[in-house]
């Protein structure tokens, strides 16, 4: 398997623009994360999915922040409209909960520039 | 809630100090615990684990050990190298809390030459 895949690695947008972030989590694992980062609060869970159902999404930042998970292989996170404080990296994360030894992998995440 | 709790940084060191990084946990159940580091310009990847009471977890030169009594995992290195130099962040696995991860906020390691 490749990893978490995600995309683009580097992203740079006006204010006000929609800016949309893609993941693809490792085949089989049924939870998915979405992290920001920033060097003022570290690392933030935005939400978390667990079999494509949203379970957390208490640690999205405003009603401007939105994510999906449509199928098992895919998830967004949009930003609508966009604003220079969400300048950040996001990151996404999956695992697997078949065991103990539940470990996230993570994506090399997605550099937020909002201009 | 669950929380973990870790040293601040940064952390500065000269090469082949001996390293430390506190981390302590609260938790409900028996979580399973974690260190991941982040190298610059990378995703976080996974440094080593302990799934249950008095286990050690171990890999790189650095190794953590599962404290119960003390709810702590604190990460040790005897001998750090310029390339350690990364953010270290401990975490926590609750399978009293849907198996969410939760990471501490981390901490920066610098290791002088």
């Known amino acids: 398997d490749a990893g978490v895949i995600q995309s683009p690695r580097h992203e740079v947008t006006e204010m006000g623009q929609e800016v949309t972030l893609r993941c693809k989590p490792i085949?089989?694992?049924?939870?998915l994360f979405w992290y920001r980062q920033t060097m003022m609060r570290g690392l933030e869970l935005l939400i978390y999915f667990n079999n494509n159902v949203p379970i957390d999404d208490s640690g999205m930042p405003e009603d401007r922040f939105s994510a999906k998970m449509p199928n098992a292989s895919f998830s967004t996170l949009k930003i609508q409209p966009s604003e220079p404080r969400d300048s950040a990296v996001y990151f996404c994360a999956s695992s697997f909960t078949g065991s103990m030894n539940t470990e996230a992998f993570f994506g090399q995440g997605t550099r937020l520039t909002v201009v | 809630g669950d929380s973990v709790t870790q040293m601040e940084g940064p952390v500065t060191l000269s090469e082949e100090a001996f390293l430390t990084i506190n981390c302590t946990y609260t938790?409900?159940?028996?979580?399973?615990l974690f260190w991941y580091v982040q190298y610059p310009g990378e995703g976080l990847q996974l440094l080593l684990k302990a799934t249950k009471a008095d286990d050690k977890g171990s890999n790189k030169g650095f190794e953590a050990t599962y404290r119960k009594e003390t709810t702590s995992f604190h990460l040790e290195k005897g001998s750090v190298q310029v390339s350690d130099s990364a953010v270290y962040f401990c975490a926590l696995s609750d399978p009293n809390r849907d198996d969410k991860i939760i990471f501490g906020k981390g901490t920066r390691l610098h290791i002088l030459p």
């Open positions: 085949s089989g694992h049924d939870y």
């Open positions: 938790a409900t159940g028996y979580p399973s």
